[in-house]
């Protein structure tokens, strides 16, 4: 999931300074209206070492009226407060109605520490998350807004971080020695970070994954995040009783960069490697799918993509190699009537394959958070829930030892109109494209954001996406082909 | 939790008949509003072997009607499931919207019998109902009505029904060994099933515990609370949007006898008795209070009770034995404008003991399900998922080893009477009797009924309520320094 925070993201000074003049304002507006309301906001800054989240605070506190926030940090326990069970640190600390409390250091701390220290085992850690998603449901239903910020840094930006602050005399002291030591648990420490995400990150208090390596980035990027989610908060008002949605929208969605730009379009095959490899691994597809029947594991795969992005050509590539007895092929359209009447996951839960077996989804479960929110036909909260929900149906899945691809076929905009315009004077392909492919190609971006939003709040250690170069149908059908033999050839 | 099913109810033959009479009527009705609607029925039966779970399934499909109900028994996996994830064969068997689905078995029950079997640890087990808390909120998001029953007998009264079974060369063959082997675990499946209950036990998906004894008051207790939270879901429509919530009142509150009623208030000390007993036990009190401070052992005592019941003498009579430096009274009265600007819970929080000391409240957190509830100052969603949110403040306090004291001080109304009398007449207890006392006596049977189902859901291992008979001042007095010596020795 932190793929999507590591896209090289800038904001230059100038756009920084008229951006930060207009956020100031709104910002501040926003903040003398929550005054007269009941919400409690309870703001969450989380993340990498070095990742400039102090400074962030800063930031906050010189924009919002300092009357009205109150920032907390957790660093060791006091003797009081060891004294007393964990949590009441935290209840002193809650920002009462009205009031914004900033959290840096939280509940998350030391549960996710302890992890990557091994100090507590997973099922520890598991039960740690639970608390805290009870703990913050709890607050939500009593009328919070939660905002909740994990900041992100790559391995080599941690590092030059550190460096540049232990060459500056004024923030040489800031770099501790357990710093340099969490910079060498920095793998352990993205994976706890990563479990402890996914398991806490609900519709109702959503976590925001910010990329932190340029400051003014990140920085703009946290008071947009926070003014939209007050604002949306505000908008609902009517008090403590409906339950808070924060946005998931910080800014315009054409205007950001998203975890798709990162894929590298211009990979091609020429049609000599294309049947060499295609023959290659369809062969091992081939003896993995019997494999994986002899010792009983089973295989989900799902393909999404933009429309005319070839799913059902590469799917033929994949069904060719196995066994017709081995797969099965699910197309997922419209819900039937009796689908329509049960949970929106009801449908996929049937269709899971037996022992040994395959199912492939065209098109899957994550229609929830992308045609389904697009169009509107489920509503925010429900969308919005979604990814707690589906990350919890594909760990189920994964604990059961099910291996369990998800595609995602990139192509660019520019790609899709060529084959949208190829489809319609070719006489046998006509039939493929309608009038929906062109409505949808006008909701690009909205779609886009989308995307990107599903691929950072779904992509797990046990279930990640694989986002596929499209533009040439022949280097895609290869690349899923080689991912497809690498998972199970990991799992057999 | 258990001791609010042990109390003798038992319905006539008459009676039985002429409820039943009305109730087919009301719940074939309430069964043919809810096929237009959009709501799925869950409804859970579990509990103790050999409580007549099946017969009451029996009855229920001859109340409703055929066509709109499925039931499900959770038996042997089959192969097909085994294969698939554990939820896999729930999904399968969920009714679709506008049908009941009943489940015979669900899934409790084999994290239940792995606990009580010791195949998993207490903390695979307390995922287990994480994870079971997870769906059933998904399924109560997306709009199912979920109510769930849990049958309880005591060890005699199982014992009792086992050789009844065994008796009948009808239903010989219906008692397999292996639920013989449950009976000797009968003391671990009790603690097992209070543990399920009470991490499930949310305002959502409230719990309801039958007492199972006699065949006529389960079913028509059953169809009962079947029947008020159709009704209720009924009532509220509106799609699938709204969560559901439960009735959890099937009788009228003063037709029922409660756990209270069973506090046996002839109970008496001599002068001569009490003043002994005074001594020895304040005295042993004196010495295992600062044995506690010596241990760090902190002590969290809170006293509910009918208004001139006697907490505060009560009270004095604990503080009398203590160093003053030991402990802390809170009274708990109306909230401050500060406790009212956050989470009902803060202000209990807040005055938690630091290591070795002891803080007593002289009315506690349960004003949320008692005076907030009767009171209507907390709305029905509110106060009831606060069972959940109590038991798992006080689990928190537990973890930590506090010693937890919950007394609930039960006097007669005619006592209360008669002592308000009193204060009307004594001068220098005149200020002590207001038009409020007056007002809440008139309420005295809703408080009952919340009283009632306060100790139900919230008498836990680890914070069990005593009831304190308190018509004689002086022998409650000595229950409950008796009570607080044993805690605190077990504790040290």
């Given amino acids: 999931m932190f793929e999507a925070a590591e896209l090289g993201r800038k904001v230059s000074k100038e756009d920084y300074a008229a951006a930060v003049l207009k956020l100031r304002a709104e910002l501040l507006q926003a903040h003398f209206a929550l005054k007269d309301t009941k919400i409690p906001v309870v703001m969450i800054v989380s993340g ?132 340099w030591r969490h910079y060498k648990l920095y793998h352990r420490f993205l994976a706890v970070g990563e479990a402890a995400i996914r398991r806490t990150d609900a519709g109702h208090a959503p976590w925001h994954l910010v990329e932190a390596a340029d400051r003014r980035y990140r920085e703009l990027t946290t008071g947009q995040v926070l003014l939209a989610a007050l604002r949306e908060r505000l908008g609902q008002t009517g008090g403590a009783a409906s339950p808070a949605r924060a946005a998931r929208k910080p800014a315009p969605a054409k205007a950001r960069v998203t975890i798709l730009d990162r894929v590298d379009l211009k990979q091609r095959l020429t049609a000599q490697d294309y049947a060499k490899q295609l023959e290659r691994f369809q062969g091992k597809l081939t003896r993995l799918a019997w494999a994986a029947y002899a010792k009983k594991v089973s295989t989900v795969a799902l393909f999404e993509g933009w429309d005319a992005a070839g799913k059902g050509s590469a799917i033929r590539r994949v069904t060719q190699a196995i066994d017709p007895r ?33 199912t492939i989804y065209d098109r ?95 992509s797990t250690t046990f279930a990640p996406w694989t986002l596929v170069a499209g533009n040439d149908k022949k280097f895609a059908r290869v690349q899923i082909l080689r991912t497809w033999c690498e998972r199970l050839e990991a799992l057999l």
Same sequence: chains 1, 2.
Avoid: C
């Avoid at 009205?68 to 949590?87: C, I, K, L, M, Q």
């Avoid at 009031?99 to 740690?128: C, E, T």
């Avoid at 192509?411 to 929906?436: A, G, N």
């Fill in 48 to 179: 990498a070492e070095a990742a400039g989240k102090g400074a962030v605070i800063h930031r906050l506190n010189e924009w919002l009226d300092p009357r009205g926030v109150d920032t907390h940090s957790f660093w060791r326990s006091s003797e009081e407060e060891a004294e007393r069970p964990d949590y009441w640190r935290f209840w002193r600390a809650l920002p009462r109605r009205g009031r914004i409390g900033i959290f840096f250091g939280s509940w998350y701390s030391q549960p996710i520490l302890a992890r990557v220290h091994r100090k507590i085992k997973s099922g520890q850690f598991d039960q740690a998350m639970d608390r805290i998603a009870f703990f913050e449901r709890m607050l939500v239903d009593d009328g919070a807004l939660i905002v909740k910020f994990w900041y992100h840094l790559s391995r080599k930006q941690q590092r030059k971080r550190l460096e540049e602050l232990e060459a500056d005399p004024n923030t040489r002291g800031q770099v501790l020695p357990v710093d």
């Fill in 326 to 358: 081995l797969y099965r092929i699910v197309p997922i359209a419209a819900p039937t009537d009796e689908e329509r009447a049960h949970h929106y996951l009801w449908r996929f839960w049937r269709h899971l394959p037996r022992a040994g077996m395959t």
């Fill in 364 to 458: 899957s479960w994550y229609g929830r958070v992308l045609v389904e929110r697009v169009e509107g036909f489920a509503r925010e909260d429900e969308w919005s829930r979604a990814y707690l929900e589906l990350n919890d149906f594909e760990e189920q899945l994964s604990q059961h030892g099910i291996a369990l691809l998800k595609f995602w076929i990139q192509i660019s905009k520019e790609e899709q109109l060529r084959r949208f315009k190829e489809r319609q004077t070719v006489p046998f392909k006509q039939y493929k494209i309608t009038d929906e492919d062109w409505r949808n190609r006008g909701k690009w971006d909205a779609y886009k954001a989308a995307v990107n939003d599903m691929v950072t709040h779904t």
